[in-house]
Structure formats: structure tokens, C-alpha cells
């Protein structure tokens, strides 16, 4: 019977309902409240949150109150061999400037598809392609010009 007893303390269901889930819980809980009230657009990241939440509620370690993830030390090293890319424009603006953005896009692309901008478009790409061909010959006339030219002597 105290075998039987041991068997069953030891099965992993047990050790998840005695050690894990008294902290891992109430840090879902309190990651989906704060999901919840993250602005849509704002990049809201629950592994981070959640290893933040559980490394300061260890129970084993009292002193670790108000340390934030990125002062964690097993997150520096992480981040120090694999740095993470910064966040996209979209995901840091506020709704008022990403509609204010769109806008002036929307307002742009309106303008470009008059028929006289159009026009003008065209016209000044005539131009930048012909300055862009008067360079070439240019380039390539003072090459022709350099390897015609006799070597210069110099005194020895």
C-alpha cells in the first residue's frame, strides 16, 4: 500500500497540480486580463510576459520582485547570441497615426493618377534618362580619352 502511495505522489499529473500550476495559472489569468487590454494594434507578447511573470513569482526566490524581462539573465544571454529585429512602424503607432499614414498614401496615390501628374511623370523621367545617358558617354569619353593619351616619363 505505501508503494502504491509513492507511485501515485511521484506521477507527473500530481507534481504539475503540487508545483506548477499554483503559479503558472494565476500567470495565464493575469497575461490574458492584460492581453485583453493591450490596444489592438500595440504588439502584445505572452511568452515575454509570461517569462517576466513567472521568473519574479518563483517561489523558491522572494527577491526577485520587480526585475523586468530584459534584465533577466538567462533573456540577456539569449538575446546577446539571437538580438531580436525591432518592431515594425504598424505595431508602435497609435490608431490616429496609422490612420493619419494611410491617408496621406491614399491622398498621394489619388494625385499621382491625375493625367497631367502623369504626364509630368513621364516627362521628367525622359529627362533623368537622358542627364542619366549624357553622363555615360561622358564617363566613357575620358576613358577613351586617358588610355589614348601617351604614359608620362618620369625622371629617374
Do not use: C
Request: proline letters at 8%; zero cysteines; aromatic letters at 10%.
Amino acid at each position: 500500500m505505501e508503494r502504491r502511495e509513492q507511485r501515485r505522489k511521484n506521477r507527473p499529473k500530481d507534481y504539475l497540480e503540487r508545483h506548477i500550476f499554483p503559479t503558472l495559472l494565476p500567470g495565464m489569468e493575469e497575461m490574458l486580463r492584460i492581453a485583453k487590454k493591450t490596444e489592438r494594434r500595440k504588439r502584445f507578447d505572452p511568452l515575454d510576459f509570461l517569462t517576466q511573470y513567472l521568473y519574479q513569482k518563483n517561489p523558491r526566490f522572494a527577491d526577485r520582485g520587480d526585475i523586468v524581462l530584459w534584465d533577466i539573465p538567462f533573456v540577456r544571454e539569449i538575446l546577446k547570441r539571437k538580438p531580436r529585429p525591432p518592431l515594425p512602424l504598424s505595431a508602435t503607432w497609435t490608431e490616429d497615426e496609422a490612420a493619419t499614414v494611410i491617408q496621406a498614401h491614399y491622398r498621394g496615390y489619388l494625385v499621382r493618377m491625375q493625367p497631367d501628374i502623369q504626364e509630368f511623370r513621364q516627362w521628367s523621367k525622359g529627362v533623368r534618362q537622358e542627364q542619366e545617358a549624357a553622363l555615360i558617354i561622358q564617363r566613357n569619353w575620358k576613358r577613351f580619352l586617358r588610355s589614348k593619351s601617351p604614359p608620362k616619363e618620369s625622371n629617374m
